[in-house]
């Protein structure tokens, strides 16, 4: 069964070091997401990318993060000066189709550990 | 925006039926519903879909009234790999892409 890859599977770094998250989403594929889990808490949309573009984002979503599809198959997301609450598993995600708007892949997730 | 209510745990029994509601009184005409389940350090994993009526597929049962207020996950013959937080998740109208993710239930079986 085709599976969305996430790496690494946890992150540790610096608070003020720059992460990148990666993910291979499944592969024919369309639509793209980032979330976020903080431990014990809602798992919490940050990102949707579609077409080589944001299509929507969250307020967590702020000008230290980013998304970038390098390659017809990496799916990154990018946190430029990480912080103490930064902190969470993420977790990429991904959609077929329009129709079937709610049916979303997850990965295994990213444990990211800011110290 | 949709917004979902369900119990925040439930306990029971290997071999026995679970059946977990969820409240959505605000679910719009286009909206689906769709449950999702999650084991701890895992992402979540899509089980099944509905939209009105009954839906039935190898792991478990979605029962919606015709009101679609809310819906009822049903877990045939639950075993104790079925413990596991379980979301239910409504299409947001005035978002083509996002799910809201609620609490979630978190199931607990029991030997």
């Known amino acids: 069964e085709p599976e969305v890859t996430q790496t690494p599977s946890h992150q540790v770094t610096q608070m003020g070091q720059e992460v990148i998250l990666r993910c291979v989403p499944i592969?024919?594929?369309?639509?793209f997401y980032w979330y976020r889990q903080i431990l014990g808490q809602k798992v919490e949309f940050l990102v949707s990318?579609?077409?080589?573009?944001?299509?929507?984002k969250s307020e967590i979503f702020d000008d230290q993060f980013s998304v970038e599809r390098p390659d017809g198959s990496n799916f990154t997301l990018k946190i430029r000066s990480t912080k103490l609450e930064d902190s969470a598993m993420y977790f990429c995600?991904?959609?077929?189709?329009?129709?079937?708007?709610?049916?979303?892949?997850f990965g295994a997730g990213t444990r990211l550990s800011v110290l | 925006l949709a917004k979902t209510t369900q119990p925040i745990s439930m306990d029971s029994y290997e071999g026995q039926e679970v059946n977990i509601t969820c409240s959505h009184n605000n679910i719009a005409t286009n909206d689906y519903i769709t449950w999702y389940q999650q084991f701890p350090s895992q992402g979540p994993r899509f089980i099944i879909q509905g939209y009105k009526t009954k839906v039935t597929n190898e792991v478990a049962s979605l029962f919606i009234p015709a009101d679609r207020k809310s819906s009822t996950l049903s877990l045939p013959r639950v075993s104790l790999s079925d413990t596991a937080v379980y979301y239910c998740?409504?299409?947001?109208?005035?978002?083509?892409?996002?799910?809201?993710w609620g609490a979630g239930t978190k199931l607990i079986i029991k030997p």
């Open positions: 998740l409504v299409g947001d109208k005035d978002s083509n892409y996002q799910l809201i």
């Open positions: 990318f579609y077409n080589n573009e944001i299509s929507e």
């Open positions: 592969s024919n594929h369309l639509y």
């Open positions: 995600a991904s959609r077929a189709d329009r129709v079937a708007k709610n049916i979303q892949y």
